[in-house]
């Protein structure tokens, strides 16, 4: 059973960073994939971003390409998420998730954290 902890969160105004961090319990080389994922109320979730955790390859969704980087720490079993230049529309539940499928496929993704809120004011 993977846990994982996301922190990082919070208020920002637009045009700001912040760093979601996500730890796991369990050796992030061994669980293969790990991702962010938001949900906004009356929205479907949306995968943001994606990392397998072997290396070689990430995935950054359309919506936040060349504002928001994943990368990874071994050492201390945690994924980032650098989210730069934030819009409004990146407020947002913000949850971190791991698995060891194949793909970044949301359906790859078995083990998810409790959510960090992610509010971008104008």
């Known amino acids: 059973q993977v846990q994982l902890v996301e922190s990082g969160g919070g208020s920002v105004q637009a045009g700001g960073s912040l760093r979601l961090s996500c730890a796991s319990s369990e050796y992030i080389y061994s669980i293969k994939y790990m991702g962010w994922f938001r949900q906004t109320p009356g929205k479907e979730r949306e995968a943001v971003a994606c990392i397998y955790t072997r290396g070689g390859f990430t995935y950054i969704a359309d919506s936040v390409k060349g504002r928001f980087t994943i990368a990874q720490d071994n050492a201390k079993n945690t994924v980032y998420l650098q989210m730069n230049s934030l819009k409004p529309e990146d407020t947002s539940l913000y949850y971190c998730?791991?698995?060891?499928?194949?793909?970044?496929?949301?359906?790859?993704?078995?083990?998810w954290g409790q959510g960090t809120q992610v509010t971008v004011s104008s």
């Open positions: 998730a791991a698995g060891s499928g194949s793909s970044c496929a949301t359906e790859s993704f078995g083990y």
